[in-house]
């Protein structure tokens, strides 16, 4: 299977439901590296690279999200994979 990158923003009630450290413990289940962060207009940004059925999974999980979230909507994008990190975690700032 090819490896590539996801980039996805993820809205809804996604902050203070433990969205970011549910992400963290769902990619790393997939083998997935990058990072998660939260955004100063309420939404949560991804960025995580991987096998691209492991992306998707993670695309699937974060539809959903955590108990307590409300997904509204995702948005991403697929973009190339860079081998950029060496493991998977939540980014501050």
Same mark, same amino acid.
């Given at each position: 299977? $090819?490896?590539?990158?996801?980039? $996805? %923003?993820?809205? @809804?009630?996604?902050?203070? +439901?433990?969205?970011?450290?549910?992400? &963290?413990? !769902? #990619?790393?289940? =997939?083998?997935?590296? @990058?990072?998660?962060?939260?955004?100063? /207009?309420?939404?949560? !940004?991804? +960025? #995580?690279?991987? %096998?691209?059925?492991?992306?998707? $999974?993670? =695309?699937?999980?974060?539809?959903?999200?955590?108990? @307590? #979230?409300?997904? /509204?909507?995702?948005?991403?994008?697929? !973009?190339?994979?860079? !081998? &950029?990190?060496?493991?998977?975690?939540? $980014?501050?700032?």
């Amino acid at each position: 299977m $090819a490896k590539a990158r996801l980039h $996805a %923003e993820v809205y @809804g009630i996604v902050q203070g +439901v433990f969205f970011r450290s549910s992400t &963290e413990q !769902e #990619a790393f289940s =997939l083998n997935l590296t @990058g990072w998660v962060k939260n955004r100063r /207009d309420g939404s949560v !940004e991804i +960025v #995580a690279e991987g %096998e691209r059925d492991s992306l998707e $999974a993670l =695309l699937g999980w974060c539809r959903k999200g955590p108990p @307590g #979230a409300r997904v /509204d909507r995702v948005d991403y994008s697929w !973009e190339d994979f860079k !081998e &950029e990190f060496n493991s998977f975690s939540i $980014a501050y700032g």
